[in-house]
């Protein structure tokens, strides 16, 4: 059985639909037909539900500081929701929404900004959707987000810092307390410790720009 799709628009009325139409055949000569009329409101209205909730997502997470998201889902969930979140796993929650709300806005950025041309020039050359995006708008969509998203990731790594504030203990919360458990015999060892912190997110952060760098130079 062999089957041959097709589709096409028609009016009815106030409202026009996109019909699917699958046609059947089998070897003894009999033919089936399945057909489905998909009513453009009913698509606009799926559009407006899948969107809109994303935009909002996007907008509110990529805009709220994070110390404030921090704040929000470690002392808000316990009060609001009686949620007993400690502050590690609260601040994995608001480093993986913050971490894909500003990735998802790389990639959308990534994508759009791949002139038209390009999809045009793959269609007279005869490449299906598929192929289009293997060949032709992937890879120059991955080349330009290499460079937005190390410096995401470096960012993410630096921000770390802020989960002191709801008593997760971290890098810069271990050097508070050797300063302060220090600071009768050592008063000026501040100087030493953070030199060591900044030592150490230096070369957190430098491998990655090191990857990023032979990247470009291999794609290029």
């Known amino acids: ?9 028609e009016e009815r009325g106030p409202r ?8 059947f055949s089998q070897s003894n000569g009999d033919r089936y037909l399945l057909r489905v009329d998909f009513p ?15 935009r909002l997502y996007l907008e509110f ?19 609001a929701l009686g949620w007993d979140l400690s502050g590690e796993a609260a601040s994995v929650i608001v480093f993986v929404l913050w971490g894909t709300a ?5 990639v959308r950025s990534a994508f759009i900004s791949i002139p ?45 810092s802020l989960v002191l504030m709801i008593g997760v203990v971290e890098m ?3 050097a508070q307390q050797i300063i302060e458990a220090n600071r009768m015999a050592s008063p000026n060892a501040a100087f030493g410790v953070f030199l060591v ?10 491998p990655i720009s090191l990857l990023a760098r032979y990247l470009e130079k291999k794609w290029r």
């Not at 059985?1 to 628009?9: A, D, G, I, L």
């Not at 500003?102 to 790389?106: A, H, I, Q, T």
């Open 172 to 174: 810069l919360k271990v």
């Open 102 to 106: 500003e990735m998802g806005d790389l």
């Open 16 to 23: 026009s639909t996109t019909k699917l139409e699958i046609f």
């Open 40 to 54: 453009h409101d009913d698509v606009n209205f799926i559009h407006f539900n899948l969107y809109e909730p994303f």
């Open 116 to 160: 038209k041309h390009q999809y045009e020039s793959s269609e007279v050359l005869g490449l299906t959707k598929g192929q289009t995006y293997q060949y032709i708008i992937i890879p120059q969509t991955l080349r330009r987000l290499l460079p937005l998203s190390i410096n995401l990731i470096t960012r993410m790594i630096k921000t770390t």
């Open 1 to 9: 059985m062999e089957p041959n799709t097709f589709f096409s628009e």
């Open 61 to 79: 997470i990529r805009f709220m500081p994070q110390l404030v998201l921090l704040f929000i889902v470690y002392f808000g969930s316990t009060r």
């Open 197 to 206: 912190v900044f030592i150490l997110y230096f070369f957190a952060c430098w």
